[in-house]
């Protein structure tokens, strides 16, 4: 259990007749307006020392206190998982993930995962919603990722994201040969007959736009850095199979493994060899929740991922 939290705020004038929650949440913006809803309800939020609804309107000029004790968010165990670490401060935690990390329990991995590592690392994490992780990285896919330290910076970070500032650039190398870079922007949801798939749909999806660019290109493939500008689940592996460039190594969405004729020995046994989409979350740029610094971050492809790309590059030579 980590320290209560205590705040008092006098209401203003100029907010009188607005709703308790909303003006809760104008008062204390660190926090998120369902959190300080939930507050309310449960009488850690009081006007005046008396318990309120959220939907209740004030006259301007009553105190506001809160005082809460965080609760765990979810039964979760620690686990001593190596993490590497990038950035680490009293607000924020910068990691580099590596292929086969599940982020969060979930059906069929509920141990070994990233959440289980952080709340062995960081105890007090357990009482921040989804013990701090505010975007999450596939599987197999390898990168940065940031965790919040603190409610302040939760908040902060996910206002960062629902706001599109948060800057995430990734490398990826794809079948085919781009002509040149180019957007996607075509709206995502569930496959509509394979529900543990998202696809491009036309109508009731959500938006979704990625930004990509030629790294290099090669007889067979491409080397390209992507950028989103939204951040749904598989984003960059459905937008990229889409326009016919899926990644190589994508199961899922890229079909099965498809060899190049005419290609080296070596570069169809690396191909066969390479179990996991070629994504690397290369960059990571953000407002520091505290100081307000924009700061940014880079983490180089891991070993397989450079090694694909050597086997291409001597298969070009070749």
Known sequence: M?????????????????RLDQVAAELFDDFS??????????????????????????????TLVVNVALEPEGEWEPEAIKLDIIYEDEHILVINKPDRL????????????????????IPDNENIPRAGIVHRLDKDTTGLMVVAKSLIAHH?????????????????????????????DK???????????????????????????????????????????????????????HIGYPLVGDAVYGG?????????????DTLRAFKRQALHAAKLGLIHPDTGEYMEWLASPPADFDALLLAIKADTQA
């Open 2 to 18: 980590t320290d209560p939290i205590e705040l008092e705020a006098i209401v203003p004038l100029e907010l009188a007749g607005s």
């Open 33 to 62: 307006r369902s959190r300080l809803q939930q507050w309310i309800k449960e009488g850690d939020l009081l006007v005046n020392g008396q318990l309120y609804r959220p939907k209740d309107k004030l006259l301007g000029g009553e």
């Open 102 to 121: 599940v982020v969060h329990p979930a059906a069929g991995n509920y141990t070994g995962t990233l959440l289980n590592g952080l709340i062995h690392h």
């Open 156 to 184: 902060s970070l996910t206002r960062q994201l629902q706001k599109r500032t948060v800057s995430r650039e990734y490398q990826a190398i794809v079948q085919g040969v781009m002509t040149g870079g180019g957007t996607v």
């Open 187 to 241: 709206p995502m949801g569930r496959h509509p007959q394979i529900r543990t798939k998202m696809s491009v749909v036309v109508h009731g999806g959500k938006e979704a736009v990625t930004h990509y660019r030629v790294i290099e290109r090669f007889p067979n493939h491409t080397h390209i850095r992507v950028k989103l500008e939204t951040g749904r689940t598989h984003q960059i592996r459905v937008h990229m199979s």
């Open 256 to 268: 099965r493994l498809k060899l190049p004729k005419g290609a080296t020995p070596e570069l169809h």
